[in-house]
């Protein structure tokens, strides 16, 4: 989706670069997440408040930034040493919306001195409107298949509980241990026999119910 902004948006300008920026809730800082000119080891590293820098601003203040030549002598800019985009004379920031919430921004920028037209301004804006909103909407499906993989595996966790309980419990009444002791021979055992716990715990209510069955009396 971010490639789609990316292409987009070099179709409308006719750039030389194109960055996406995303704000991370968690730190609440803008990342580097997407880029025309190749920046691999920069992707999810290159980050700031904020605030800082015009990027920054864009994001605080929910506005665009054009900067038609010498984008690097504006007050607000930032240069970073890993970016060559930041060397360009011309510079577009536009914010990424969504419900009237910024969730990061697009910078567009040219090497040389590029003068702005409203109507380009326009449709950059509106790709980061539209953009932004689908966006959310996969972040939110995302958060709900991380929830629904955590739900999952706290499931698991706790049927494999339930069976190593059990499987303790006749441990215990088997070999007179302590519960401790049960736990302990369950481990080295699957540990010895490269199994999961919980598949040694099976085995040995398997064999216990097996061992029931066989020695109940014939109706």
Known sequence: MLGEIVGLTVQVTECDACLIYL???DSDEIVLRASQVPHKEDLSMLRMRV????TG?????????ALAENASSDRRFKRFQALVED???AFLSVPLLTGGDVIGVVNVH??????????????????????GGAISKAFL???????????????????????????????????QLTEEEAYLRLRN????LRRPMKDLAEAIILAEDLSRTSSSPEE
């Open 87 to 89: 060397t360009y004379e």
């Open 110 to 131: 040219h090497r040389k001195p590029h003068a702005h037209r409203p109507e380009e301004i326009a449709l950059v804006t509106f790709i980061g409107e539209q953009m």
């Open 51 to 54: 605030g800082e820098g015009v």
């Open 189 to 192: 055992e699957s540990r010895r």
């Open 141 to 175: 499906a995302q958060h709900n298949a991380r929830l629904l993989e955590e739900t999952q595996e706290m499931k698991r966790q706790l049927e494999t509980r339930k069976l190593v309980e059990r499987a303790k419990g006749i441990l215990q009444h088997r070999y």
């Open 23 to 25: 704000i991370e809730k």
């Open 57 to 65: 601003w864009v994001a605080e203040h929910k506005s665009v930034v």
